[in-house]
Structure formats: C-alpha cells, structure tokens
C-alpha cells in the first residue's frame, strides 16, 4: 500500500516535529513551573479550550466533515465540495467564536467546575492560590479556541486533499511561540533575571504565547488551503448541499469526543482534590503518552479515512476496510506495544532526560514516571480502537463509537475513583525514598483510564464484526509482539546499567536505541510480519543510501 504508507509517514513526520516542539514546551514548563502550582493553573487554564477545540475540532470533523467532503472530490464535484466546505466554515467559526466569547465572561465558574479543589486553597492557607490565577489564566486563553477550531478544519481539507504534513506540522508553532514567550519574560530583564522573574509574571506569558500561537496555526494553513479549493465561499447556509447530513453525523460524533473530553476532566477534577503538582504531573505524563499515540496510532488512522470514505459502498468496500483494518492494525499494534514496554521498563530515564531541570526535581520525576506507567497500559488499545472508529465513519456510523466511548468514561470513572483513593494513601517519599510532599493517587487515575482503553477496543470489535464477518483483531500477532517487546527489556536493561553514569538524555538514547533493535529482531525472528516491513525498508534505506520518502 505505497499510497497509504506514504500518507502515513507525512502524517507521522508533520506529528513528530509538532510532539517535538510540545516537549521542548514542556522541558520549559517544568524549568520555570516544576510540578508545583502554576503548572497546575496553565493545565486547567487550557483544559476549557482543549474541551472545545475537540468537541468541534478535528475527531468530530474526521467524522463529519471528511468523509462527505472526501466523498464529494472522488465524484469529481470540486465546486460542490468548495461550497459544503465553506459553509461548515461559517458555521464552525460562529459557533467556536459565540463559546469563546462565553468562555472569557464565565472564566471563574468554569475553572470552579473544572478545578473545584483549587478553591480550598485560600481556606487551607496555601502559599499560592491557584483559583484566581486560573481565572486570568482562562480568560487569556479562551480566545484561542475558535482559532484552534478553525485551524481543525482546515486540518480536514488538507487531509481530504492528502496533503497531510503541514497540518500535523502546523502546532509547531503554537509551541513554539509559548516557548518564546516564556523565555522572552524569564530573560527580558537581561543576564540571569530569570531567577528574579515572578512566576505569576511568566504563567501570564505562556497564556499569552498560546494565543498567539493559534493565530499562527491557523494562518500558516490557509494559503495551501485555498489554492486547493474551488468554489469556496464563507457561509451560514443549512441549504448547501453535504451540510445537514454532516451536522447529523456531528452530533453524534461531539457526544463521542464528548465522553473522551469528559475522561480527562474527571482526571483534573478529581486531581484538584489532591495535593498540588497532581494535575501537573498528569499533564506531563500524558504529553509522553501522546507521542507515539499519534506517531503510531493516529498518523495511520488519518492516513486511511480518506481512502475509506471515497471507496463506493458495497461488498468489495466491505472487503477493502476488511484488508486495510487487518495491515493498518499489525502496524499500530507492533509500535505501540514497543513504546508500552519501553515506557513501563524505562520511563523513570525517558522522564529524567526531558524533565528534569529546574524545578523539576527526582521526586517529580518518580510520580510523573509512575503516572505516564499507568496510562501505557491503554496505549495499543487507543490506537488501535483509533483505526475501527474510522471504519464505522467510513459506513456513516457516529453513533457506535459515541456509545462506546460513554462506556469507556464510566468505567474509568468506576475504577478511578477507588484506585485513586487507595493510592493517594501512599507518600511519594515512602514508596521511592526521595523527599517530596507528593502521593500518588494521580498514578491511580492514569491506570483506570489504560484499562478502560481495552474495553473500548473489544467492544468496537464486537460491534464492526456484526458489519464486517470476516474481520477479526489480530491477537495472535499482538501476542507475538508482546514476547519480543518483553525480551528486548533484557538488553535495554543491561544497556542501563552500563550507561548509568552517562548524562541521562544520552543514556535515554543508548538505551531506547539497544531496546528498539532487540524488539525489532526478536519480532522478525517471532514471524512478525511488521517487523520484517521494517527490516525491508532498512535494507533498502542502507542499498540505495536514501531516506524513506516522507
């Protein structure tokens, strides 16, 4: 499939330089913020946003707005496509504009629902309150949502078009520009100011930064946007053609992303009941847990829903989601499985070698390492859950992956709840031997939404198999995957111990390094038939002397 693989590996570069940026982001958070609570206030103070920038951002548009404007560029209907695209514009922009604007004038009751625990800090005489710089910190923030909305749709006609890098590429700059807003407020005083720069002063830069960075998001994707289309002209009409039946797909579809959404606000909500740096470390931790859940889940997913929803329906459209489920799945199961491992085996390193400078110190490293081990455990199923969402979108179906993805919240919840009270039990200090005033209950939250990820996963497998017989989960090849995966801890483990003395981004390297060429080997020696896709390309790459095109 040299069309998909190549779609893939655009997606999969354009999202690697933009999770490039987000850590280099994070490396500056933690400098200035550690896991203390102003890194708590800028988690909340995007959580708003990002609620609402996926509500009506690029998974609802994947399922609403691609499949029929992908649908209508195979029937050849360039002008069609240009107008339905230019009204689900209009409409996007005066629905995201209306809750931004909500957003900014009800700031306080919302970081009250988001963060109630933040408001018994002034009663519990914390030394820094989180509540009212998270109130300035929204109101500077929402703005950026209808940007990041419109930014989302553009995403949607550059994929229709399979032009995919530079939307995945698109975010560096939103991280970039945080970045340079917070090193231009930490250095603007001139040589060594930044120890005297008070934390308020550089959290109000990053909101600012954010901002900012939307706007350049968005603005970087119009030009190429509007050279592909035709007939494209902003507006509000419902008579359009393509425009009802996607707004009938979108709600179903908001209510799926709706209950994802409500999956990490009940994380941050019952975080804020913990001591602070909590919600911080859950932040961290998941920024780790996103990349290869992109690189490898969601760059392949991306790749494929264009291809599905143009393919004519009928058996042989049966067959074709059949075969491409079947490679896109052993693709995403053999990488998210190796990156599962490595984060649970040495994710402590992973963790020390972006984090920890600054404030960020051992004890910090030790709760975010133990967070980012529970939320692996749903890493394959994600991405893989990921991949059989498309196929019902590509049948018109938004209303089974939403139902399934309630589930999936009120099991998290059932389970996150206990688990994280029993471990909120458990000082940081007394489980890792380092000083901190931490606990570990956030370790409990991540752990429940990992196993409600596998529910999620069989429960899409049972629901496509009642349209699709002759499809199955490639569990034999997972189980093949899993040995290899645990047999290159081995090595890496070793590696570790000789390297140990070395700087901890380098020995980060060696190690990860020894692990994947294990995996890799062990996987081809197993009969993986991904492995041995990836040991062809890397001949390939060594005989001819040229990259793999991207």
Known sequence: MPTETSGASRVAAGILASRIAGFLRERAMAHYFGVG????????ALRGPNLLQNLLGEGTLSASFIPIYSRLLAEGKREDAGRFAGAMFGLLLAAAGGLALLGVLFAQPIVTVLTPGFLADAKNGAAIDRFPLAVAAVRWIFPMTGILVLSAWALGVLNSHRRFFLAYFAPVLWNVAIIGALWWAGHHGGPGAAAAVPLDRLLQAACAGALLGGFLQFAIQMPLVLRLMRGFRVSWSLAVGGVRPALRALWPAMAGR?????????DQFLASFLVPGAVGALGYAFTLYALPAALFGTSVAVAELPELSSAKLGPEHSELVER????????????NIAASFAYAG???????????TGSFNAADGWLTYLVLAGFTVGLAPGGCSRLLQNAFYSFGDTRTPARIAVLRVGLSALLGVPAMLLLDRVALADWVGQPSTLRLGAAGLSLAT????????FQLDRRLRQRLPGFHLPLAGFGRMILAAAGAGAPAALAWWLVRAL?????AAAVLGVFGGSYLGLASVFGVQAAKGWLERLRTLGRRGRRIPL
């Open 450 to 457: 990992g196993l409600a990820a596998w529910v999620e996963l």
């Open 503 to 507: 700087h901890p981004v380098v020995a």
């Open 346 to 356: 040495f994710g402590l390193l992973v963790v020390g070698a972006l984090y920890r």
């Open 258 to 266: 709706g209950a994802v959404q409500a999956a990490a606000y009940l």
């Open 324 to 335: 491409r489920l079947s490679l896109s799945l052993q693709s995403v199961g053999f990488m």
């Open 37 to 44: 609570p102003h890194a708590d206030v800028f988690r909340t």
